[in-house]
């Protein structure tokens, strides 16, 4: 690999370690008592809120429709989240450091597929915390679910649920178009020579 590809490859490693400090996807619920919407926000490794009781407030009217209070304590995912970004970044500065073509593009399937795996858990934990609701919730709606959206908007009663990516989603994508990028280049340098 070239030595142009080699540092595109590391700045794809080292751009995953922006997820340690801005979070990785917005949910927000917007409605007539709460005109400026409450915002949760998903990290690598916890779940806040645009306010300090933010999440208490999300769980509060999660109880009226009988859905489980959200307890960030209990998601093994926030766990063991930041080990398997640290393992990439890493291991994507050794492959960077190797400088091998084909390195590059395992790394870059393998980001792929975590990516891919990450939202599928992300879409199973919001069925489950939509669908199987308590029944002796105060408020029941018969085949009403509270599901929020993987990715856009949704009514759900009276709120309008917002789920996007947020800025960690933004810099998981850039690594993954960096990489690609880098092992582009290098397959381009190896035929101009």
């Not at 809120?49 to 009988?66: E, F, K, S, W």
């Not at 998601?75 to 590059?104: C, D, H, N, Q, T």
């Not at 593009?105 to 795996?117: A, K």
């Not at 915390?129 to 929020?148: E, F, R, T």
Request: aromatic share 14%.
């Amino acid at each position: 690999m070239n030595v142009r590809a080699k540092i595109i490859m590391s700045i794809s490693a080292l751009a995953l370690l922006l997820l340690f400090v801005t979070p990785l996807w917005r949910i927000t619920l917007e409605a007539p008592q709460y005109p400026d919407g409450v915002t949760m926000y998903i990290w690598i490794n916890k779940i806040t809120g645009d306010t300090p009781h933010t999440l208490q407030n999300i769980n509060i009217l999660n109880h009226y429709v009988g859905m489980k209070y959200i307890e960030p304590d209990s998601i093994p995912e926030l766990k063991y989240f930041p080990f398997i970004i640290g393992a990439m970044s890493l291991l994507g500065l050794v492959v960077a450091w190797i400088g091998k073509r084909s390195l590059v593009l395992t790394w870059l399937i393998i980001l792929v597929v975590l990516c891919g795996l990450g939202l599928y858990d992300f879409y199973l934990w919001e069925y489950d915390y939509g669908h199987n609701l308590d029944p002796k919730a105060p408020i029941k709606v018969p085949g009403m679910s509270y599901q929020p959206p993987l990715f856009g908007s949704k009514m759900l009663l009276n709120f309008k649920a917002d789920s996007y990516p947020y800025w960690g989603g933004l810099w998981l994508g850039l690594s993954i178009i960096l990489a690609a990028l880098s092992w582009y280049l290098a397959g381009v340098f190896k035929k101009t020579k």
